[in-house]
């Protein structure tokens, strides 16, 4: 299937500083990017939808100043973190709609970020 | 989107067929059913999706009853790395819009 890659793996940062996580679609475009965190024996929770081009729009709750988003190219996303605290940390999760027509379009995700703020 | 029922966990040995259960009783008449699957510490991973005919590949089966109100995901041959939670998820198919996680099916598979 399509390949959505996201760096970095993981990530440790102090208090207060920024973390930047990307997500590439590898071998395919993708205009609208899904970004998603998960905590500790949580599901998947749906933070954000990045567009190319356009502002991204946000679920109720996550900070837009906080969670900057922008979506550069046809295959590049990215969200940072600013201002990071403890309990920003959690697992970041890109996702990305594949080439193809409905019904067999499909979304596809990265591997996750683990982010982790001391 | 349609609500999923999932038992949230489940056992298989390793080598048999693991038969994950998972109930969508409203599900309307243009939604499909996906299965993902998460393995630990990793991004979710696509399996299979279907409308209501059965379907088949590489990974898994799925069977969808006649009427669409419950269907299984089939591991025929699990294997220790297909120890993940196993996600149902029912909704229009469009990659343009969002999938919502309910809690899954742990699926523990042992040797």
């Known amino acids: 299937g399509a390949v959505v890659s996201q760096h970095p793996s993981w990530v440790i940062c102090k208090s207060g500083t920024s973390v930047k996580i990307e997500c590439r679609s590898l071998?395919?475009?993708?205009?609208?990017m899904f970004w998603y965190r998960q905590f500790p024996k949580q599901s998947l929770m749906l933070m954000a939808t990045?567009?190319?081009?356009?502002?991204?729009?946000?679920e109720q709750g996550v900070e837009k100043d906080k969670f900057l988003i922008n979506h550069a190219s046809l295959t590049l996303s990215t969200l940072t973190v600013t201002s990071a605290h403890p309990e920003d940390s959690s697992f970041y999760i890109c996702?990305?709609?594949?080439?193809?027509?409905?019904?067999?379009?499909?979304?596809?995700f990265g591997q996750g970020t683990r982010l982790t703020v001391v | 989107d349609a609500k999923t029922t999932q038992p949230p966990s489940m056992d298989c040995a390793e080598g048999r067929a693991a038969n994950l259960p998972c109930n969508h009783s409203?599900?309307?008449?243009?939604?499909?059913v996906y299965w993902y699957r998460q393995i630990h510490s990793q991004g979710p991973q696509y399996i299979i999706h279907?409308?209501?005919n059965n379907e088949t590949n590489e990974m898994a089966s799925l069977i969808i009853t006649e009427d669409r109100k419950s269907s299984t995901l089939i591991l025929p041959h699990a294997t220790l790395r297909d120890t993940a939670v196993y996600y149902c998820?029912?909704?229009?198919?469009?990659?343009?819009?969002?999938?919502?996680f309910g809690k899954g099916t742990m699926l523990l598979v042992s040797p």
């Open positions: 279907g409308l209501k």
């Open positions: 071998d395919f475009q993708a205009t609208t």
């Open positions: 990045s567009n190319e081009g356009s502002k991204a729009t946000y």
């Open positions: 996702s990305a709609p594949s080439s193809g027509r409905s019904p067999n379009q499909v979304a596809f």
């Open positions: 409203t599900i309307s008449g243009n939604e499909y």
């Open positions: 998820i029912v909704r229009v198919p469009s990659g343009y819009s969002t999938l919502t």
